[in-house]
């Protein structure tokens, strides 16, 4: 098999997979854009129990990611994977068939109890190469920013024709499509990654939430999506209010994403290149809370929306595009499923968490509060963000080893550590593993793995 590019399982893997969760991801987003106007429409409607539809399947989520990540490590990962989409397509039907906003709020947090996203980066990994899994993983993430840009769109015009029921019928009917396709089109695979990589292990999350470098990404994804939850209680009736029709909203959310996407796309480049790494991330940040700023601040017209909602958009896309890949860099070897685990939850607790606080905002000092509220809580993370430690380009591998004992393995980390452009390395003699985190224009891969399994060489 070729190693330079993904071979036909995986390109079949890294399709369906995504498509997958982009289906999940877009029946969870497309209320965002509409849900603070057809929300006022349910009995029982008010700002905290709008909050409360809008982020309640994200306290579900937080909640159930780790264990449901370690459940398909034991039962496998289809049988899990199947079963979260047939809770999420519950809540889907739960959601349509209520007329009440309690009836929403339950339908959203059984929505968000089919947390399948660890287990199927767990099954991606399990179903492709160690140099292609990067390869897999940027398509599934760029399923879901598409999935978000997507549901944008589509919400506002299916619940312009069919309600606020229909969306959530239409997602039910998503989650049958994926689930079909995670049984006919998935390859079926009883080969396993080591567990390290892709699935949290409990006896590593205390260490790792511990972690500053860590805490810093993770405290920062929660103020993420608790203000993209948060804003979007007001942002609807904004553009209503600028004289955009709620049927309209997609002719001013399609640009302004797209144009976003342009946008981030050279200053991410530029980063890069220049290893300004952390200055842009911290540039972005200030961005998100400018945009903020004036949106509280300004008295909003039509195109000043659309010029805050595209610096908003700039600034949250390149957020959620290059966190992830910080995360993977900068966790310990060995343990990024665990770290990823704590990530994915601090996720969804923000999204629950603006869901919540942005309720409690409108209802006790009005919907524009919640604008500076956000911004204030930016700055602070912009802040934080001043303590992360300069980016080292490198790339986690793992490797199986052979060796006769644990004194020999020993041996071999320490060699290991002081080989050029390896910059950590952790052996599991019992797993026959090791975990390593290399920078690959300075490493030799062969002479690693010479060393790691001398019979073979």
């Not at 399947?57 to 994977?81: F, H």
Request: aromatic share 10%; glycine share 8%.
């Amino acid at each position: 098999m070729s190693t330079t590019g993904l071979n036909k399982i995986e390109k079949k893997a890294a399709f369906s997979l995504a498509t997958v969760f982009g289906l999940r991801m877009l029946g969870l987003f497309m209320i965002l854009p509409v849900f603070a106007i057809y929300g006022e429409q349910l009995t029982g409607y008010s700002p905290i129990w709008l909050g409360l539809a809008i982020g309640a399947y994200g306290l579900t989520q937080a909640m159930l990611q780790i264990p449901m990540g370690m459940l398909s490590d034991k039962y496998g990962r289809k049988p899990i994977i199947i079963g979260g989409l047939v809770v999420f397509l519950i809540g889907s039907v739960v959601a349509a068939m209520s007329d009440t906003i309690y009836g929403v709020v339950f339908g959203r947090a059984l929505q968000g109890m089919g947390a399948i996203a660890s287990a199927i980066l767990a099954l991606a990994a399990d179903i492709t190469r160690e140099e292609q899994r990067p390869k897999v993983m940027a398509t599934i993430g760029m399923f879901i920013g598409l999935s978000f840009a997507a549901a944008m769109v589509i919400g506002p015009i299916v619940a312009q024709s069919f309600g606020l029921s229909g969306l959530f019928w239409l997602t039910a009917i998503l989650s049958i499509f994926a689930m079909l396709m995670i049984q006919f089109m998935v390859p079926h695979t009883v080969n396993k990654a080591p567990k390290g990589d892709n699935v949290a292990l409990p006896e590593q999350l205390r260490k790792l939430i511990k972690d500053s470098q860590l805490s810093r990404l993770n405290s920062g994804v929660f103020v993420l999506h608790m203000a993209l939850t948060a804003c979007f209680i007001t942002l609807p009736k904004q553009f209503v209010a600028s004289g955009l029709a709620l049927e309209q909203h997609w002719q001013l959310y399609l640009p302004a994403l797209l144009g976003s996407f342009f946008l981030m796309v050279p200053f991410m480049i530029f980063a890069m290149k220049k290893q300004k790494e952390k200055q842009m991330f911290t540039a972005a940040v200030l961005l998100l809370a400018l945009a903020l700023s004036l949106l509280w601040y300004l008295p909003l017209g039509f195109w000043s929306l659309v010029v805050l909602v595209i610096m908003f958009f700039t600034a949250f896309n390149y957020l959620e595009a290059t966190m992830p890949s910080i995360l993977s860099r900068i966790a310990p070897a060995g343990v990024k499923g665990s770290a990823m685990g704590i990530y994915s939850s601090s996720q969804f607790l923000g999204a629950f968490t603006g869901g919540v606080v942005g309720g409690a905002i409108a209802s006790n000092f009005g919907e524009q509060s919640i604008f500076l509220v956000m911004a204030v809580l930016c700055i602070v993370w912009a802040v934080l963000t001043l303590g992360m430690k300069p980016l080292k380009k490198s790339k986690n591998f793992s490797f199986a080893i052979s060796l006769q004992s644990e004194e020999q393995a020993d041996e071999v980390a320490e060699h290991l550590i002081n080989m050029p452009g390896v910059l950590e390395a952790t052996l599991v003699y019992q797993e026959s593993v090791a975990y390593l985190k290399i920078d690959e224009k300075l490493a030799d891969i062969l002479s690693i793995k010479a060393l790691l399994n001398p019979q073979h060489s």
